[in-house]
């Protein structure tokens, strides 16, 4: 049965919208002299076919898996690869003409040139919710500065990482009071017994998890 008109109407409008958010999100790091790397970019522009589709999710979700796999290694300079090529090139520039010693570059981190005042104030310019939540991750990645949130321990191996829609519907269906699943939930708590995470036990793999407050990993 086609859907009416009104349907796929509604349902184009909603995708225009999505683009919308996700391009002024693209702008205002642009725009700051930091425009972010062209995966990123392609992710959240949703401009090729991989970018939508019910087994990886959206490109917003792809993004913020990508951003993910920066998160789960230890904090260094690769983490420009977030941000267009032409960034790092400036910063070593900048590096460069810093800390010459005659011929001789002294090694530098490059993340020390950024400037975080400007990728703040791009932040600030994004409307939607979700694309400045994924905005505070990329520069928390960039600059992780000191916390006094929960920082947890680091992970001895490397943490899995992936985009799961089972999960997804799995935690909205507990929260809404609609499961459906046998299976349960495990709660993670930190010294003080208040809730850090709920862990998706029972219904495929057990390691998908959400957190219950902001947490501080790798640093």
């Not at 800390?99 to 490059?110: N, R």
């Not at 708590?189 to 790798?218: C, F, W, Y």
Request: hydrophobic share 35%.
């Amino acid at each position: 049965m086609e859907k009416p008109n009104l349907e796929i109407s509604a349902e184009r409008d909603i995708a225009r919208e999505r683009q919308e958010t996700r391009r002024e999100m693209l702008e205002a790091f642009k725009n700051a002299g930091y425009p972010l790397d062209w995966t990123l970019e392609a992710m959240l522009s949703e401009s090729r076919p991989e970018d939508q589709g019910n087994r990886k999710g959206s490109g917003f979700t792809q993004a913020s898996r990508r951003v993910a796999e920066f998160v789960r290694r230890s904090r260094s300079d690769r983490d420009l690869q977030i941000l267009g090529d032409e960034v790092r090139w400036r910063l070593e520039e900048k590096a460069y003409e810093a800390s010459k010693d005659g011929d001789e570059l002294v090694p530098v981190d490059l993340r020390k040139y950024l400037d975080v005042e400007a990728l703040r104030s791009a932040e600030g310019l994004i409307r939607a919710e979700e694309c400045r939540l994924l905005a505070q991750m990329i520069i928390d990645v960039l600059n992780p500065g000191e916390s006094r949130l929960t920082d947890l321990r680091a992970a001895e191996a490397k943490l899995p990482i992936g985009t799961c829609t089972t999960a997804e519907r799995y935690f909205l269906d507990h929260f809404s009071g609609a499961n459906s699943y046998d299976s349960t939930m495990n709660l993670i708590v930190d010294e003080k017994d208040r809730p850090l995470m709920v862990e998706k036990l029972g219904a495929g793999e057990n390691h998908s998890a959400i957190t219950l407050q902001e947490v501080v990993i790798n640093g």
